[in-house]
């Protein structure tokens, strides 16, 4: 058994506006994290904006633009677990739902304050997208 972390939000963006946040890597080092090439299917690394530090690593399992973008994640204190996020985009009125799903992440109560940690960055790190899709709107 694993823990999974969803989250869903909506944007003021067409759906390859957003994608481009999901993708391009002078989109994601406003938000995210950077990768040295836009994220299509195969490996990835991903870097610290300031401390160009490799930060998470993985592989693009699925690169579908403008509907669904999925890769392996790993990060350091995972020791090298690796889990699942997909990221899904939907046409809605007036904009897109981009939703989140963040699999296979270690259970346990020795693993949940990692689960805590990646719940409380996903939650940072999509209210910068959010304010940076928004700021171009």
């Not at 003021?12 to 406003?30: C, E």
């Not at 040295?36 to 490799?54: F, I, R």
């Not at 940072?124 to 171009?136: E, F, G, L, Q, T």
Request: net charge negative; proline share 5%; no cysteine.
């Amino acid at each position: 058994m694993t823990n999974t972390l969803n989250k869903s939000i909506y944007l003021k963006a067409s759906k390859q506006q957003v994608w481009a946040y999901l993708t391009d890597p002078d989109k994601l080092a406003i938000w995210f994290h950077k990768p040295d090439a836009p994220l299509t299917e195969g490996d990835y690394a991903m870097y610290g904006v300031e401390s160009g530090d490799k930060l998470m690593w993985g592989e693009v399992i699925q690169a579908q633009p403008f509907d669904r973008l999925e890769y392996t994640f790993t990060i350091g204190p995972m020791a090298g677990a690796t889990s699942t996020v997909v990221w899904t985009l939907d046409d809605v009125p007036g904009g897109t739902r981009l939703s989140l799903e963040h699999s296979g992440l270690p259970q346990g109560e020795d693993a949940f304050g990692l689960t805590l940690a990646l719940d409380k960055g996903w939650d940072d790190h999509i209210a910068r997208m959010r304010n940076d899709v928004h700021s171009d709107s």
